[in-house]
């Protein structure tokens, strides 16, 4: 077997990283050097890390994390609005099962001990598709299952139509009876006061501070990958989406609606404007990136999706941090 070495990912090698994360079975939008430079400037000065494990000539695992101080400990995290961080392999051609489980093992493996003598605590929501996590336990990683919902853009809109739940189908047929202008005219300041309006009716603050959000919805640097569907009513905006997209995956990236339309039908018709446009096109997978909240999962699960495990990974060098971190959660 080969030996690896590991070490951060550099400015000029962006490009041959992206190619590793477009063909790693891993691989999301959030894992690209676009997505660092996208959380370099939202979260600065942590800065999100792109980590290689290399053979001799290629990349064949890594990981991102945002590199993030805290009290005085360099700790590895995964940022907000950011659904998957952590682990990546590569595919290469021809090899056994047994041969693959036992390099992907070694890779894993070799990542840990590097993470572990540079970041005292990680906490690492790893992507759906890294399903044998048995290295990383090994390593001393507490893993904690996590669930989103996928839907599956290669069947036609009629037939994921007929799949909705009753109640959503007469909420889509409602909206559309309103007559909603459906555009991707998004004010950013109108949609960032509907998200935060989204968790102060819950009596919560916003987790998504404006700068990020900002970010999300102008930044060039996401142009080919975003778009945004919006209704308004009157020239109000009701409710909004933003999709960011990579390779086949469609990810439901940020969404609000107004209070005021909520019982109208409308978040229910703006998912089915985008079923509709990517079905059956080009895209093979909706995500709707989270089926953790019981109150948003309940959402989802009238559009009749698919529940996806995958593991949130979580390592503590030093039982004491855990125990810090514990009481710090404690008296939020």
């Known amino acids: 077997m080969a030996a690896f070495h590991v070490r951060p990912i550099e400015a000029h090698e962006f490009d041959t990283w992206d190619e590793f994360v477009a063909d790693s079975p891993q691989g999301t939008l959030f894992h690209t050097s676009a997505w660092k430079r996208i959380a370099d400037i939202a979260f600065e000065p942590a800065r999100l890390t ?26 590895a995290v995964t940022p907000l609005v950011t659904p998957y ?16 489980v036992s390099r992907d093992a070694e890779v894993l493996a070799t990542l840990a001990t590097w993470l572990a003598s540079h970041f005292p605590y990680q906490n690492l929501v790893n992507p759906p598709r890294l399903e044998d996590t048995r290295a990383l336990q090994q390593a001393g990683y507490q893993l904690t299952p996590r669930f989103t919902y ?6 036609p809109a009629e037939e994921l139509w007929q799949r909705f739940d009753g109640n959503v189908r007469r909420q889509i047929k409602k909206a559309e009876k309103a007559g909603y ?11 960032y ?15 998504v501070p404006e700068t990020v959000f900002l970010e999300m919805v102008e930044n060039e640097h996401l142009r080919d990958a975003r ?106």
């Open 50 to 75: 792109l980590i290689g494990c290399f053979d001799d000539t290629h990349i064949v695992g890594g990981c991102v994390a945002l590199d993030k101080d805290k009290m005085g400990q360099r700790t």
């Open 85 to 100: 961080v952590g682990f990546l392999l590569d595919t290469p051609p021809g090899e056994k099962m047994s041969d693959q």
């Open 150 to 155: 996928l839907i599956n853009l290669k069947l």
């Open 181 to 191: 202008d459906i555009t991707d005219n998004l004010d950013p300041a109108e949609g």
């Open 193 to 207: 006061r509907l998200l935060n309006e989204t968790f102060v009716r819950h009596g919560e603050d916003c987790p």
């Open 227 to 332: 778009q945004i569907f919006c209704a308004h009513l009157d020239g109000r905006l009701a409710s909004f989406i933003v999709l960011l997209k990579h390779q086949q995956t469609i990810y439901y990236q940020l969404a609000a609606t107004d209070p005021e339309f909520l019982a109208s039908g409308v978040s229910s018709l703006l998912i089915w404007e985008v079923i509709k446009t990517h079905a059956c096109v080009e895209w093979n997978t909706l995500d709707f990136v989270g089926a953790n909240i019981p109150s948003i999962a309940r959402f989802k699960e009238g559009f009749n999706p698919k529940l996806q495990i995958h593991f949130q990974a979580e390592y503590c060098a030093n039982p004491l941090i855990r125990i810090g971190k514990s009481v710090r959660d404690l008296l939020k």
